[in-house]
């Protein structure tokens, strides 16, 4: 093989918008010439063509391609005076009736029902077919009393015995995370499997009432369940089912669809249909039956779609320093090109074995390390790159002691001095550090201060604790003076 060592670039040709160099050869048979002309468009130099931007045309649906044309703005003679660029249109959500309506914000939440209202204006479609505007709802964030919250627990104790009177049973349930009570007892209905099979196998058969609406306390949803079939002896006669609150107990009012089979593929869109039925729904408020379609998956058997197929990369030309790869065209219409071609840059050539960084440097606090250059590598690369970087961390870090806080002293702004004393550190750390705080908020309320942390405490039902005093304060503060870990 022909080996060549490259040298530098000339100067750009402005009429033709090119540079050259040489490459002398440096090994191979004597087929190799001895030297060789590199030819490249100039880069970032005076006589390089730039182009004014124009309007991109409208989407060609047999090709799903757009295209702009770019005139010439500065540029030598050798410059074309009209460049056509082209690139694949970007999928859009279209209703079925092309309507696309503009959002506008959300309103405040409705505390009944847990929802909150977006009002959409027609922002582009037919206004007789499309509606002048359209509500979307969704759930508010579920942070009022008897939804889920920010708060999360862990269990402490196991599930206790079922309560005869209300048919629920509860457990204890310590904070893990967020700002809210520290235990709390968490309920669910008693679940009684003997019960349930005997009633089956008596042949006991009710008759289910509607659910009632979501309570808030509790987080549930009840019903009634009649007995209309089975011996009264061994059956109950009434019945009371209850379960945790969902979406559509919370939102009854929403509409739900029910999903069919999509249909068959359009061949001159390449879209394909499905028609929802209603499931759930107030039939006065909900249309009977919506329509969605999608992409399809398959374009086999769609003629006006161009399909093509991919062969293997090329190996790297040393000259351009590029691979390439060519598509070639399988099925299609006439409008298809035969062959496309795609080029990138090779791999990098110049491959380093990594060393080991030195010991730091205490007067610049920088390492070093030395790098080798791995076999197989072109010649040209260097032998070896040296790296560096930051080390240590300069003057060592103040360290202070926790301090305690003064009282309160007699101002008009009454406020408090903590003193902490030095414990290690540079020559440049004082030897105590004076904190000064305003016993009030800017809004006039109290505001919190505590004493040092204590140590965690033995593992009890698999949580650990720790404790600060709190030396002013309510409520809100002793919720910041605990805090838990898993052990």
Not at 285 to 301: A, L
């Amino acid at each position: 093989q022909c080996k060549y060592n490259a040298g530098p670039w000339g100067e750009c040709n402005a009429d033709t918008n090119t540079q050259q160099r040489e490459r002398s050869l440096k090994r191979g048979g004597g087929d190799c010439p001895p030297v060789q002309v590199q030819e490249r468009p100039c880069r970032g130099q005076r006589g390089t063509c730039k182009y004014k931007r124009g309007t991109w045309s409208i989407c060609d649906p047999v090709s799903n391609k757009k295209t702009m044309l770019m005139t010439l703005k500065t540029g030598g003679s050798q410059c074309p005076q009209t460049k056509t660029r082209e690139k694949d249109c970007k999928r859009q959500k279209k209703s079925s009736k092309g309507c696309v309506y503009k959002k506008g914000r959300w309103g405040e939440c409705d505390q009944t029902t847990n929802v909150k209202v977006m009002v959409k204006t027609l922002k582009r479609g037919d206004p007789n077919t499309c509606q002048p505007t359209m509500t979307v709802e969704k759930i508010c964030k579920r942070k009022h009393q008897g939804l889920k919250s920010n708060c999360k627990y862990i269990k402490a104790s196991k599930w206790g015995k079922c309560d005869p009177k209300t048919g629920l049973k509860s457990r204890e349930m310590v904070l893990k995370k967020g700002r809210c009570q520290p235990r709390i007892n968490e309920t669910r209905p008693c679940g009684n499997k003997k019960k349930k099979k005997e009633e089956n196998q008596n042949g006991c058969k009710y008759d289910k009432s509607a659910w009632r609406p979501c309570e808030a306390a509790s987080n549930t949803v009840s019903r009634t369940l009649t007995l209309i079939e089975g011996d009264p002896s061994v059956c109950n006669a009434t019945k009371v089912q209850t379960k945790k609150c969902k979406d559509r107990h919370l939102r009854p009012h929403l509409c739900k669809y029910r999903r069919t089979s999509w249909g068959e593929c359009d061949v001159t869109t390449n879209m394909r249909q499905m028609v929802k039925t209603l499931k759930r729904g107030d039939p006065a408020k909900c249309e009977p039956t919506q329509t969605i379609e999608k992409k399809c998956k398959s374009k086999k058997n769609n003629v006006n779609v161009c399909q093509y197929k991919m062969e293997p990369w090329s190996g790297c030309d040393l000259t351009t320093n590029t691979i390439t790869r060519r598509q070639v065209l399988t099925s299609g219409p006439a409008t298809c090109l035969p062959v496309k071609q795609y080029s990138r840059n090779c791999k990098k050539q110049c491959r380093f074995e990594s060393g080991e960084w030195s010991a730091c440097d205490k007067e610049t606090y920088q390492t070093t390390r030395v790098d080798r250059l791995r076999p197989g590598s072109l010649a040209t690369c260097p032998s070896a790159r040296v790296l560096s970087k930051k080390c240590g961390k300069g003057e060592k870090k103040c360290v202070y002691g926790t301090g305690t806080w003064s009282e309160c002293d007699t101002t008009e702004n009454p406020m408090r001095t903590r003193t902490q004393i030095l414990i290690s550190g540079g020559s440049n750390c004082k030897q105590e550090k004076i904190t000064k705080k305003s016993c009030k908020k800017k809004n006039g309320q109290v505001r919190c201060f505590y004493g040092p942390w204590g140590e965690f405490d033995a593992c009890k039902n698999g949580v650990q604790k720790k404790i600060r005093h709190v030396i002013q304060g309510g409520l809100e503060c002793e919720l910041k003076s605990v805090k838990m870990k898993a052990c």
